[in-house]
């Protein structure tokens, strides 16, 4: 962050003019209304919710999501999953394959963690050599604890992944997840607890319907397995998955018992293309990174917040408009500047000094640039810094 902890902390009941450039700041009262239309969804659907903290990474907005309602959180690392223990989250799914064992020893270690809180750690695997890492990992960590003061008896749940269109992770839909889920049995240490069947690409789909249809061939992958392992006795307690693009359209099928979306909570201007599905809620921009015009030439403006400030994986920021008027362009100026031009049908460039609002791309990557993220409530034109929020997990990759 461009900015000192004493001078962030001394924002606090200052004006959003007051915020120096470039921050991420977050629109509170947007994110509160996502956060309350997914809570409902969720209640009206009855079906639970376990958002991706890899969105956030942060401790504080974790804990109000499980406030509004949802069963946890997701993660995709290890790392993130200590620093949500260690802030008190006690409810966390590792969504993600872990393969190394002193990796493995850290996750044992977390169930032994949680256990006194009435949490549980969860995690999918999709290889039997995973499988036997992670038991092998568990026993280890039964047996310290049988020499300490820990529980010897706790006991992890494991989701078999499958590979339901993304191409990433997972075993085929079918015969060779319940192979899986049967080898999971085998070890005492180890709940086979479902399916995790995720879908990353139909999630930035641009139509709906195209993301009906790869979610529609998601779901029959799932249905299948599911077929197969109730009839081997395994019937999943639960199927996981979904993102923000097409978690109503799970949430329909009647097989995913649990969604985890993550950026519905800030959304970013690649979301913003999808066209909106009726059945999904409607979410707004919450996440914002402000800048100020630092050169101002006859063609163009240059603002000071370039990729350092912001993810450009999907795509450059886009320029919030307040009104139809200011319309500008982003365009890519290096890693700490961004070239303004007016976008059509407007003709005036900002003044220098101007402060401007910009929607990242991508709002995971973008969090993981910055330390802080500031939270306005009373809208970006004259509301008031209410909170710092910290990205606890920043840079948490291993
Ligand atoms: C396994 C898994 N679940 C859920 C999500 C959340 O998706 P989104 O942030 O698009 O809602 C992701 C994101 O990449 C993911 O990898």
């Given at each position: 962050?461009?900015?000192?902890?004493?001078?962030?902390?001394?924002?606090?009941?200052?004006?959003?003019?007051?915020?120096?450039?470039?921050?991420?700041?977050?629109?509170?009262?947007?994110?509160?209304?996502?956060?309350?239309?997914?809570?409902?969804?969720?209640?009206?659907?009855?079906?639970?919710?376990?958002?991706?903290?890899?969105?956030?990474?942060?401790?504080?907005l974790?804990?109000?999501?499980?406030?509004?309602?949802?069963?946890?959180?997701?993660?995709?690392?290890?790392?993130?999953?200590?620093?949500?223990?260690?802030?008190?989250?006690h409810?966390?799914?590792?969504?993600?394959q872990?393969?190394?064992?002193?990796?493995?020893?850290?996750?044992?270690?977390?169930?032994?963690?949680?256990?006194?809180?009435?949490g549980?750690?969860?995690?999918?695997?999709?290889?039997?050599?995973?499988?036997t890492?992670?038991?092998?990992?568990?026993?280890?960590?039964?047996?310290?604890?049988?020499?300490?003061?820990?529980?010897?008896?706790?006991?992890?749940?494991?989701?078999?992944?499958i590979?339901?269109g993304?191409?990433?992770?997972?075993?085929?839909?079918?015969?060779?997840?319940?192979?899986?889920?049967?080898?999971?049995?085998?070890?005492?240490?180890l709940r086979?607890?479902?399916?995790?069947?995720?879908?990353g690409?139909?999630?930035?789909?641009?139509?709906?319907?195209?993301?009906?249809?790869?979610?529609?061939?998601?779901?029959?992958?799932?249905?299948?397995?599911?077929?197969?392992?109730?009839?081997?006795g395994m019937?999943?307690?639960?199927?996981?998955?979904?993102?923000?693009?097409?978690?109503?359209?799970?949430?329909?099928?009647?097989?995913?018992?649990?969604?985890?979306?993550?950026?519905?909570?800030?959304?970013?201007?690649?979301?913003?293309?999808?066209?909106?599905?009726?059945a999904?809620?409607?979410?707004?921009q919450a996440?914002?990174?402000?800048?100020?015009?630092?050169?101002?030439?006859?063609?163009?403006?240059?603002?000071?917040?370039?990729?350092?400030?912001?993810?450009?994986?999907?795509g450059?920021?886009?320029?919030?408009?307040?009104?139809?008027?200011?319309?500008?362009?982003?365009?890519?100026?290096?890693?700490?500047?961004g070239i303004?031009?007016?976008?059509e049908?407007?003709?005036?460039?900002?003044?220098?000094?101007?402060?401007?609002?910009?929607i990242?791309?991508?709002?995971?990557p973008?969090?993981?640039?910055?330390?802080?993220?500031i939270?306005?409530?009373?809208g970006?034109?004259?509301?008031?810094?209410?909170?710092?929020?910290?990205?606890?997990?920043?840079?948490?990759?291993t």
């Amino acid at each position: 962050m461009a900015q000192s902890s004493a001078r962030l902390l001394e924002l606090i009941g200052k004006p959003v003019q007051d915020i120096d450039t470039p921050a991420l700041v977050i629109d509170l009262d947007a994110m509160k209304r996502n956060l309350g239309r997914m809570a409902d969804f969720a209640k009206k659907h009855q079906v639970r919710w376990r958002p991706h903290a890899k969105l956030h990474k942060s401790v504080l907005l974790a804990k109000m999501q499980i406030k509004a309602g949802a069963a946890g959180v997701c993660v995709q690392k290890t790392a993130e999953a200590e620093i949500m223990v260690a802030g008190g989250v006690h409810n966390v799914y590792l969504s993600n394959q872990v393969i190394a064992p002193e990796k493995l020893a850290r996750v044992a270690a977390l169930t032994q963690a949680v256990a006194p809180h009435g949490g549980q750690i969860a995690i999918a695997v999709d290889s039997a050599e995973g499988i036997t890492r992670l038991a092998q990992a568990m026993t280890d960590a039964r047996t310290s604890a049988r020499i300490g003061a820990a529980s010897a008896a706790t006991v992890i749940d494991v989701f078999v992944e499958i590979d339901v269109g993304q191409g990433r992770c997972g075993v085929p839909p079918g015969e060779a997840a319940v192979a899986l889920a049967l080898e999971i049995r085998r070890h005492p240490a180890l709940r086979f607890a479902g399916l995790q069947a995720y879908h990353g690409k139909a999630q930035h789909l641009r139509s709906a319907l195209e993301r009906r249809l790869a979610t529609a061939s998601a779901l029959q992958a799932v249905d299948l397995t599911c077929q197969l392992l109730t009839a081997q006795g395994m019937t999943p307690g639960l199927v996981t998955g979904a993102g923000t693009g097409s978690f109503a359209l799970e949430a329909a099928s009647g097989l995913y018992g649990e969604l985890q979306p993550g950026s519905f909570l800030f959304m970013d201007a690649d979301y913003a293309q999808n066209e909106r599905d009726p059945a999904q809620p409607l979410f707004e921009q919450a996440l914002f990174v402000k800048t100020q015009v630092i050169s101002l030439q006859a063609s163009h403006a240059v603002c000071d917040a370039g990729h350092k400030s912001h993810a450009i994986d999907s795509g450059l920021p886009k320029v919030h408009a307040f009104d139809a008027k200011s319309g500008l362009d982003y365009f890519n100026g290096g890693d700490e500047h961004g070239i303004l031009r007016s976008a059509e049908g407007s003709t005036r460039l900002p003044a220098l000094g101007k402060m401007l609002w910009l929607i990242p791309g991508h709002c995971d990557p973008t969090v993981n640039l910055h330390d802080v993220m500031i939270g306005v409530s009373g809208g970006l034109r004259a509301g008031i810094v209410e909170r710092l929020i910290k990205v606890d997990a920043r840079g948490a990759l291993t």
